[in-house]
């Protein structure tokens, strides 16, 4: 069983930063975290992920160069850096735990869910 708690969401103004952090407790054994986000209305989609091994990490093609992933091992926490926030930005970030490879992180291969954090980007 692994619990994800994730935290650091809020209200920004477009151009600023963010940076969510998932704190995790249980097993991670053979799990690698993944970083999603939803909107109302439509599919929740990857942001980006780290492999089990802590060797790779993906992101998704709209948020390369603004996004990054990281984690504290000791910590068991990860993170992801949010540069140059958009208005598009705007939604509920879930971290999760499940695949992580190179091609990317399919929300069906995830088995365990944090509740959310809301990110807002507006003026």
């Known amino acids: 069983q692994v619990q994800l708690v994730e935290s650091g969401g809020g209200l920004v103004q477009p151009g600023g930063s963010l940076r969510l952090s998932c704190q995790t407790s249980?097993?991670?054994?053979?799990?690698?975290i993944g970083w999603f986000r939803q909107v109302p209305g439509k599919e929740r989609e990857a942001v980006s992920c780290i492999s089990r091994d802590y060797k790779q990490t993906w992101y998704s093609d709209f948020v390369l160069g603004r996004y990054t992933i990281s984690s504290d091992r000791v910590k068991r926490t990860f993170f992801l850096q949010i540069n140059d926030l958009k208005v598009e930005d705007t939604a509920v970030y879930y971290c999760?735990?499940?695949?992580?490879?190179?091609?990317?992180?399919?929300?069906?291969?995830?088995?365990?869910w944090g509740q959310g954090t809301q990110v807002t980007v507006s003026s």
């Open positions: 249980g097993s991670l054994d053979g799990y690698g």
């Open positions: 999760a735990a499940g695949f992580c490879d190179s091609y990317g992180a399919r929300p069906y291969e995830y088995d365990y």
